[in-house]
């Protein structure tokens, strides 16, 4: 069955590991977005939500090769659905913007860099796709927070598809599983301090990147040489040429939510 179909019968699970919703453009939670989602389409009155699940074995294996390889194919995979998505709702005649999952993004503007386009977290929980977790993640029913996000803006008219069951509550009650987990002491309640999670996760990203050249430039020339055959270098490249640059997931895998038997 075409995607667009599925959509317009109300299916939430398009597949193994796809999941699905719609909302209004105009949502409250995406107050802060409307200026962006004009400047993508301004006739845009709904957006489709796709959250693609991780596996979830290989996200706790512990190898971080294979953690990228999945991390890079979700979002890889969420790109695909809104990319044929949004062909199939202009081959009827209306306009379908796929929104970027991650990058690009709008990294020139003044004190903007690393702000996306639209925050799928809120757009997750205005689709009622789930809850917005302690971890500052969306938290599925389905897979918990092991999903990557991705999805379109459009005027094809979706007012009976919208989400009408919306978790504006967290569900996390007591629990702090996550906030315990977090190797960079990143986490507070619904509360992520960036710079900590940056500079883990971005050991070879743009942080990294910043670091090795401020070294090449300071630098010595034995040490130049030096950093010049060293790992950093090799990884650097290795990121620049797949695209993936992550090193943690804790606060994903950490989460009983999504996992066997949970919630009950
Ligand atoms: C930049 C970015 C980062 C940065 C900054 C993180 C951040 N919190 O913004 C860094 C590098 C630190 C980062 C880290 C991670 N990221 Co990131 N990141 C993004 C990106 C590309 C943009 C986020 C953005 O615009 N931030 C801007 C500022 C304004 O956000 P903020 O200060 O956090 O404020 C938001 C929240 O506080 C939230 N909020 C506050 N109160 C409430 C209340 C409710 C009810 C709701 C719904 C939301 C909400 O709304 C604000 C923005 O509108 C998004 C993709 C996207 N376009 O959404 C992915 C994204 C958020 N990242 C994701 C993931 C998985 C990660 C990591 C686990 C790393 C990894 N291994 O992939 C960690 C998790 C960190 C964490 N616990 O939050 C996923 C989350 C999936 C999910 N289940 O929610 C996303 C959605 C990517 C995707 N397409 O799937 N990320
Ligand atoms: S990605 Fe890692 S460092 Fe960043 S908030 Fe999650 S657990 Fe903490
Ligand atoms: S680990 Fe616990 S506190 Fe953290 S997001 Fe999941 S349910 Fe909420």
Known sequence: MELLEKILQGERKLGPGMIAGVCAADHPLLEDYREKMRSMLPEGRFLVIFAVAHSRGTLHSGNNPVQQYDTLYAYRHAGDLSHRLSREIEDEGCLGVSVPVYMPMDMLGEGKGMRGEICWRRAGVAAGLGFYGKNGLL???????????????????????????VALESKCGACTICLDSCPAGALEPYKINKKKCGDRVFTYGLRGFSTFLDEIITADDARRQEALRGPALRELWQNFMTGGYYYCWACQTSCPWGKPGYPA
């Open 139 to 165: 938290i599925t029913g389905e897979f918990g927070p092991l999903v990557r996000l991705g999805g379109v803006l459009t005027n094809f008219p979706l007012e009976k598809q919208v989400a009408a069951d």
